[in-house]
């Protein structure tokens, strides 16, 4: 990215209506999303009635109640356009259109995501939304959708041309007068966080597309560990009105995935990775945003999932990023602070073997302040608020603890 542009962005947030401030005032993302998307379990085959099932799953397993709100179709929903270059949802799978579905969901109180591409094709080679910004914009919100995705297949790979694209779109949405979150999607590879919010977007993602797999050891570094390192330079871009997105939760999945579970042979992860991977995302301030069946959900898939206190750090309306404060042998140490004063500490084992030991708050977890409590909201025991943290983990096992002040 050249200097100039750099600069030019930085002078467009500054000045828009697009400032972290003004979408905070806009009260759209205050804290991260929390939903659910179609493609790494369906992909292209989602319908109507799929999608009024998930909603009604969403509802009736609690998830509805723990925060979870979007229904968000991705790629291939699309019929094409009609004989005035509208937008039409495929006939077959979806009969009664999209204002009906929205409808629903509405009626449920829910919302729903769209899906489109700032080019001519998606990338399942379907209708974008190129040079039909305003047009599609429109018809977004004359359906009722609350939420777009937007993606950067078939499109330049130019800084300058993907601001220009995505602003249009982010333009256009503003236009409409109907809040609409706005999801920027190009996989992180021209540094979405410096320029996205400029753009009108509300989460950016940072990383490829992340993968059912907890290291992927691949060139593109997308197995969860892989991509939750990629997101630690980046901490001070996140805030209300605008998040860093590391991709969706694989918590579910269990190698079901088609796109997911790409190049690990359908495996999954273990249910000590899955918790490490919800309590990351968490600590991240990333949107919550879930890709499994919701129908068959586990037990224990729906106890993560809807894991109060994990989901209250991510929708903490401080809305600060976590940053590593502790790295050695095998074992790292987040911090995030919290509103009120609060604190949370993640303690991660990164490696393969039982990591013990303790960790002292003021040298190891950079803090010198006074807590009162200190609970441990995920993992195998309580504890007691002291000078030194006591851990003892499984392999890619973690724990998270509020500090609270007096």
Aim: glycine letters at 10%; charged letters at 20%; hydrophobic letters at 40%.
């Amino acid at each position: 990215m050249n200097k100039l542009f750099s600069l030019l962005c930085g002078c467009v947030l500054a000045m828009s209506g697009y400032s972290q401030s003004m979408l905070a005032k806009e009260g759209l993302c205050t804290t991260p999303p929390m939903g659910w998307n179609s493609w790494n379990f369906f992909e292209g085959r989602i319908s109507d009635t799929i999608l009024r099932q998930m909603g009604d799953a969403m509802v009736a397993n609690g998830m509805k109640a723990a925060g979870y709100e979007y229904i968000i179709i991705d790629d291939l929903w699309t019929g094409g356009r009609d004989a005035q270059n509208n937008l039409v949802p495929d006939a077959v799978r979806f009969p009664h259109g999209m204002k009906a579905l929205a409808d629903y969901l509405h009626a449920r109180g829910l919302k729903l995501g769209i899906y489109s591409d700032a080019a001519m094709l998606t990338c399942g080679g379907v209708t974008g939304s190129y040079n039909f910004e305003e047009q599609d914009a429109a018809t977004f919100a004359s359906w009722g959708i609350d939420y777009l995705k937007y993606d950067y297949c078939n499109a330049p790979q130019d800084v300058s041309i993907a601001f220009a694209r995505y602003k249009k779109m982010g333009d256009a949405l503003k236009a409409t007068g109907r809040p609409i979150v706005y999801a920027i999607c190009e996989w992180g590879q021209l540094k979405p966080w410096l320029w996205a919010r400029a753009a009108g977007g509300n989460l950016w993602r940072t990383t490829w597309d992340l993968r059912d797999v907890w290291q992927s050891h691949n060139d593109k570094l997308t197995g969860i560990l892989e991509v939750f390192d990629q997101e630690e330079h980046i901490a001070q871009y996140a805030g209300p009105g605008g998040w860093n997105d590391p991709d969706m939760l694989m918590v579910g999945l269990n190698g079901k995935g088609s796109s997911s579970s790409a190049g690990n042979n359908g495996v999954g992860c273990t249910p000590t990775e899955y918790a490490a991977h919800f309590a990351l995302w968490c600590m991240l301030a990333a949107p919550l945003v879930v890709n499994s069946d919701l129908r068959q959900l586990s037990a224990q898939s729906l106890q993560l999932l809807n894991n109060k206190d994990l989901i209250a750090i991510d929708q903490d309306t401080l809305g600060r990023q976590a940053v590593t404060v502790f790295k050695q042998n095998g074992i790292q140490v987040l911090k995030k602070e919290l509103a009120g004063g609060r604190m949370a500490i993640c303690v991660l084992n990164r490696s393969d073997s039982l990591q013990s030991g303790q960790l002292s708050l003021g040298r190891d977890l950079a803090s010198s302040g006074t807590f009162a409590r200190c609970h441990l909201i995920f993992g195998q025991k309580n504890i007691t608020a002291g000078r030194m943290l006591a851990y003892k983990l499984a392999p890619h096992a973690c724990e998270v603890y509020v500090f609270t002040q007096p």
